[in-house]
T-cell receptor, first 116, second 112 residues
Framework: DAKTTQPPSMDCAEGRAANLPCNHS???????VYWYRQIHSQGPQYIIH???NNETNEMASLIITEDRKSSTLILPHATLRDTAVYYC?????????????????FGQGTILTVHP | NAGVTQTPKFRILKIGQSMTLQCTQD?????MYWYRQDPGMGLKLIYY???????DKGEVPNGYNVSRSTTEDFPLRLELAAPSQTSVYFC???????????FGPGTRLTVL
């Protein structure tokens, strides 16, 4: 699985967009970018994933650069409840022939603090 | 639909004691996982299972054992607890054909 680099912490004002960057310069052609978050004392929660096209769901948007070496998770209107550690993970999709049985390798992540 | 449930929520063990962490999912997922998370760190995979009767080691399996006799349950066994096993343990499950893992609320274990 490709290595990822994220800033250790970020702040965001409530109601504003939170843009969380992730570098993955060694990503392979068949590796996806996944985002999970972990709110304090809870289990991780899936947010979104993508291969090369930008993706959007009810929680967030994922913007992947054309060379796929970096991506940005966007929370369009951050709330206090979005305060959490956000993990960017790069790996083969287990549903696309990946052999890693879907295991997730979590790094340090970015601590996002949303303040009033 | 309760999702992934774990028991107990908290436990304190003495060195050398044993215990079983319970994990149950009601989503009929084939894939299940056990992770541990040490303070300030990311999650590390202990064991996983791709279906009833099939389990395999993850990154940090030493000191642990698992079994998968049913689709719903995936217990994690600690035989001889050591202080290095003080951690928060998360169970997760995934449906085959999807990429999303669903996590339980975790078990906080302290070994003294």
């Amino acid at each position: 699985d490709a290595k990822t680099t994220q800033p250790p912490s970020m702040d965001c004002a409530e109601g504003r967009a939170a843009n969380l960057p992730c570098n993955h310069s060694t990503i392979s052609g068949n590796e996806y970018v996944y985002w999970y978050r972990q709110i304090h004392s809870q289990g991780p929660q899936y947010i979104i994933h993508g291969l090369k096209n930008n993706e959007t769901n009810e929680m967030a948007s994922l913007i992947i650069t054309e060379d796929r070496k970096s991506s940005t998770l966007i929370l369009p209107h951050a709330t206090l409840r979005d305060t959490a550690v956000y993990y960017c993970i790069v790996r083969q999709s287990p549903t696309s022939g990946g052999t890693s049985y879907g295991k997730l390798t979590f790094g340090q992540g970015t601590i996002l603090t949303v303040h009033p | 639909n309760a999702g992934v449930t774990q028991t107990p929520k908290f436990r304190i063990l003495k060195i050398g004691q044993s215990m079983t962490l319970q994990c149950t999912q009601d989503m009929n997922h084939n894939y299940m996982y056990w992770y541990r998370q040490d303070p300030g760190m990311g999650l590390k995979l202990i064991y996983y299972s791709v279906g009833a009767g099939i389990t395999d080691k993850g990154e940090v399996p030493n000191g642990y054992n698992v079994s998968r006799s049913t689709t719903e349950d995936f217990p994690l066994r600690l035989e001889l607890a050591a202080p290095s096993q003080t951690s928060v343990y998360f169970c997760a499950s995934r449906e085959g054909g999807t990429d999303t893992q669903y996590f339980g609320p975790g078990t906080r274990l302290t070994v003294l």
